[in-house]
């Protein structure tokens, strides 16, 4: 078996790759998610070959984007939906989008702490995408993921944000179904900062619903029921609901997928969900170009060594922004 290493470890070759991961070997999947994370040019390339082979074996699994206000219990609800989940049979692989952690790039034992039960799971597979501070190198690698993860055979893929705000707009773009995880009684304040983030979810999910916090996540829920009906929903066909749970006593975890299922159902038949995956395949390509065009910019050894100093111009007041971005644009183009 031909080998080439990366971050200093021996990686399989592209067929090799290939065959363990469809044949659902983790270590294999393990590794050739470690290959689309790296940012070498050869592995990047070597990536690419692989993620074309695994192509015409994804695409399908139901990919369920999950994010929530801090302390929501939204880890716990999705490690009480992927238990439930894995007893109906489901293979279930959990992967989380965090831009803000470019120390630890998301600590993967970070992920299997919060989630013990679930990872212990032979039919889970946790991982978190690479971040670097890059929120869209996050995106397209989680993408990637995604590919492979399908092409193992998992069922369904839930995509947990830990960030707050652009996180949930580009996730939104690469699932099937986004779930919000809201906490009731936190006041208007706080749930303004997620209004945003409602208008773009197919579903709300109060959680919390025990004890003597039942008559306040009742309340929110039909307040939000009521709400929503004023809101335009993002997925054609479908009206947003409301649903609550206790992902500590797990409760109301079976109504949620009875939900997403339902959604899976009606947007099939109507021929959303297949449009929508077409469209996120172009968004896909776009986002590509984008990235590349901006990183093939940034490391122009001529705009390295202009940007400084229209930098120092800008912050002297010596310089319109607009006129230091146009200059620049002009060198790059030369």
Not at 43 to 54: F, G, I, T
Not at 118 to 144: D, M, W, Y
Not at 285 to 300: A, V
Request: glycine share 8%; aromatic share 6%.
């Amino acid at each position: 078996m031909r080998e080439n290493k990366i971050n200093g470890k021996k990686q399989p070759d592209i067929n090799h790759l290939v065959k363990g991961v469809l044949a659902n070997d983790r270590k294999i999947l393990a590794k050739c998610i470690t290959l689309i994370e790296s940012n070498s040019e050869a592995h990047r390339k070597k990536a690419e070959k692989v993620l074309e082979k695994l192509l015409p074996y994804s695409g399908n699994s139901v990919r369920v984007g999950i994010t929530g206000i801090p302390g929501s219990g939204k880890s716990t609800l999705i490690e009480s939906l992927g238990l439930y989940l894995i007893k109906l049979g489901y293979k279930v692989a959990v992967l989380t989008v965090d831009p803000s952690s470019s120390v630890s790039k998301g600590s993967i034992l970070g992920d299997k702490t919060r989630m013990e039960k679930l990872s212990r799971k032979t039919n889970c597979f946790i991982r978190p995408s690479p971040s670097g501070g890059n929120l869209g190198g996050v995106t397209l690698k989680t993408r990637e993921t995604i590919i492979a993860c399908e092409a193992a055979g998992y069922d369904i893929i839930l995509i947990e944000t830990v960030g707050v705000g652009q996180s949930e707009i580009t996730v939104r773009s690469m699932v099937d179904f986004f779930l919000l995880v809201m906490i009731a009684g936190t006041g208007d304040e706080l749930q303004g900062i997620k209004k945003g983030i409602v208008e773009i979810a197919d579903a709300l999910v109060f959680n919390k619903a025990d004890g003597n916090n039942i008559p306040k996540v009742k309340l929110s829920q039909k307040e939000f029921t009521i709400a929503l009906h004023y809101l335009e929903s993002y997925t054609k066909g479908w009206q947003t609901k409301v649903l609550i749970a206790s992902a500590l006593k797990g409760e109301g975890i079976k109504e949620i997928w009875q939900m997403i299922k339902e959604f899976v159902k009606v947007t099939k038949k109507s021929g959303v969900f297949n449009k929508q995956r077409k469209n996120q395949a172009l968004q896909w390509m776009y986002d590509l170009i984008n990235e590349n065009l901006k990183n093939n910019f940034y490391n122009n050894p001529i705009i390295k060594k202009e940007i400084k100093t229209v930098e120092s111009k800008i912050k002297n007041g010596k310089m319109l922004p607009t006129l230091a971005a146009e200059i620049l644009f002009e060198k790059y183009l030369k």
